[in-house]
T-cell receptor, first 117, second 108 residues
């Protein structure tokens, strides 16, 4: 498996509290992604990063922010958690060094199960 | 929304080939086709990807039609452990949108 660690693996929090999920990789890959997965919706892209301090929004970015201060870490923050953000969150990485690796596949972590009560 | 179309579910007998179809009629010239699978609640697992030529690796084969509007993932000898949801995706870095996939059930 690709060297991806998500923490925490499980978290229960209350509505209105801030939450930060961490994704750590040991592969030195350039691209990192945050997806959420909900029944009936499949995997949906929240944000992604194409380098240190370079991030962009995905299809469901409202209510989320991200930061990438180091190649190996990509943080997802819910500034004020809501019950609609109860989900399983997956981090993914992919390699992009040059044109030959531009379409390298994603490799996923094992997910963080977040419950907002 | 996802740009690919897959059957919701399929069954396959253990030991037989599993052929999973996917339509991606809006694929652009520089977009690849990727296949992933997800077993129970684990993270999605990469299987194979291709641009226009057929591809094979230790897990599966990918057959892409000449017009690139559809593809088929082939698991040559399905086992019970291949029971999973299989996702077909077209796209490129930063633009991989997952659909709901095909739930493949491999039966003894």
């Amino acid at each position: 498996d690709a060297g991806i660690t998500q923490s925490p693996r499980h978290k229960v929090t209350e509505t209105g509290t801030p939450v930060t999920l961490r994704c750590h990789q040991t592969e030195n890959h350039r691209y990192m992604y945050w997806y959420r997965q909900d029944p009936g919706h499949g995997l949906r892209l929240i944000h992604y990063s194409y380098g240190v301090k370079d991030t962009d929004k995905g299809e469901v970015s409202d209510g989320y922010s991200v930061s990438r201060s180091k190649t190996e870490d990509f943080l997802l923050t819910l500034e004020s958690a809501t019950s609609s953000q109860t989900s399983v969150y997956f981090c993914a990485i992919s390699e992009y060094r040059d044109r030959a690796t531009y379409n390298s596949p994603l490799h996923f972590g094992n997910g963080t199960r977040l419950t907002v009560t | 929304d996802a740009k690919t179309t897959q059957p919701t579910s399929m069954d396959c007998a253990e030991g037989r080939a599993a052929n999973l179809p996917c339509n991606h009629s809006t694929i652009s010239g520089n977009e690849y086709v990727y296949w992933y699978r997800q077993i129970h609640s684990q993270g999605p697992q990469y299987i194979i990807h291709g641009l226009k030529n057929n591809e094979t690796n230790e897990m599966a084969s990918l057959i892409i039609t000449e017009d690139r509007k559809s593809s088929t993932l082939i698991l040559p000898h399905a086992t019970l452990r291949d029971t999973a949801v299989y996702y077909c995706i077209e796209g490129s870095q930063g633009n991989l949108i997952f659909g709901k996939g095909t739930k493949l059930s491999v039966k003894p």
